[in-house]
């Protein structure tokens, strides 16, 4: 576990391909045990911990992941996450085919598709069709794969993955979305970068910025 930022209202942490934000089916270990333990031994509290998750990453995703210490602050986050408002998410994605546009804007409608754990692009009067949209921009080619900066403009289930996969550029290792092979680590190649947003607390502005694995450094970034 990496802690990036930690004050008295939230904690922040770089998620592993191998680490779950919170606890699942699986019955494996989480980030919210492994923060409850951590806190408890260095402040030495009593009791139980409070810790609130207002947001969430795919478990083969990597990066910032915020976590609120206090029922004030989580009640905050989670408005700012669920609106978009006075916060700012960007990824980076490695991705085998460039796009046509080395920049643009994504809006398309998704539906998530629970037996499959996995959304689709739909017509938009498509029943329990949401609205996606984020912007792209190039920033790095290798000899087979291409680096793109993503900013999250909605919270859609799996819609980074998604919607480039309907462009036609696949995520590496993301074989859900189509990619040809798996990472050798199990994970997709889409990093949580940057997370900016209002203090929930303090109103002072944040940004908290997570580094990338090792896999990124073919694009020396």
């Known amino acids: 576990m990496t802690i990036l930022y930690e004050d008295n209202h939230i904690i922040a942490v ?3 391909c191998h680490e779950i934000v919170q606890g699942d089916k699986t019955g494996d270990r989480s980030l919210i045990d492994e923060i409850k333990d951590y ?3 260095k402040y030495a509290k009593p009791g139980e911990v409070f810790l609130g998750l207002p947001h969430r990453l ?4 990597t990066g910032v992941v915020v976590y609120a210490r206090t029922s004030k602050a989580l009640t905050r986050l989670t408005e700012m996450f669920r609106s978009h408002q006075k916060i700012q998410k960007t990824y980076w994605a490695i991705v085998d085919t460039p796009p ?5 804007r994504l809006e398309d409608y998704l539906v998530k598709r629970e037996k499959e754990n996995k959304s689709y692009v739909v017509r938009k009067e498509t029943k329990e069709a949401k609205l996606a949209v984020l912007e792209y921009r190039t920033i790095a080619h290798s000899q087979r ?3 793109l900066e993503i900013n999250l403009l909605t919270g859609r289930h799996h819609q980074i993955r998604c919607q480039l996969a309907n462009i036609g550029c696949h995520i590496k290792g993301d ?3 189509g990619a040809r092979r798996s990472n050798k680590d ?3 190649s889409l990093h949580a970068r940057s997370i900016a947003f209002v203090h929930p607390v303090s109103k002072q502005p944040i940004e908290i910025v997570a580094p990338a694995p090792d896999e990124f450094d073919m694009f020396g970034v």
């Open 14 to 16: 770089n998620k592993t």
């Open 39 to 41: 806190i408890k031994v």
């Open 58 to 61: 795919d478990r083969p995703t």
């Open 100 to 104: 046509q546009q080395p920049q643009g």
């Open 145 to 147: 794969y291409t680096l």
């Open 175 to 177: 074989l859900k979305y």
């Open 186 to 188: 199990g994970g997709i």
